[in-house]
């Protein structure tokens, strides 16, 4: 079993930065590949960001390129999203997730952490 705990979210003003991390629990992090998705508020949850469980490959929705980067420490467990000129679009909970295989932009990761809050005033 494996247990994810967001942190890092918070309210910011457009244009602002945060770093979201993820921590998780057992000693097969570096075998998982990791991803963080979001929901806003009457949507549904969307894919944000993945990342190979070697950190080699990288994947991201159209919409974050070049303004948010993931990232892992595998000795640390933890995976991170560096989000930078945040826009009001942006505002959603944040989720953690995890799974085994291949790295995948769908719904089908084993692991779910309970989300962070990230507001983006205008």
């Known amino acids: 079993q494996v247990q994810l705990v967001e942190s890092g979210g918070g309210l910011v003003q457009s244009g602002d930065s945060l770093r979201l991390s993820c921590a998780a629990s057992?000693?097969?992090?570096?075998?998982?590949?990791m991803a963080w998705f979001r929901q806003a508020p009457g949507k549904e949850r969307e894919f944000v960001a993945a990342?190979?469980?070697?950190?080699?490959?990288?994947s991201y929705t159209d919409s974050v390129k070049g303004r948010f980067t993931i990232s892992r420490d595998n000795a640390k467990n933890t995976v991170y999203l560096q989000m930078n000129s945040l826009k009001p679009e942006d505002t959603a909970v944040y989720y953690c997730?995890?799974?085994?295989?291949?790295?995948?932009?769908?719904?089908?990761?084993?692991?779910w952490g309970q989300g962070t809050q990230v507001t983006v005033s205008s």
């Open positions: 990342i190979t469980s070697s950190g080699g490959s990288t």
């Open positions: 057992g000693r097969t992090f570096s075998s998982l590949v």
């Open positions: 997730a995890a799974r085994w295989g291949l790295l995948s932009s769908d719904y089908s990761y084993t692991y």
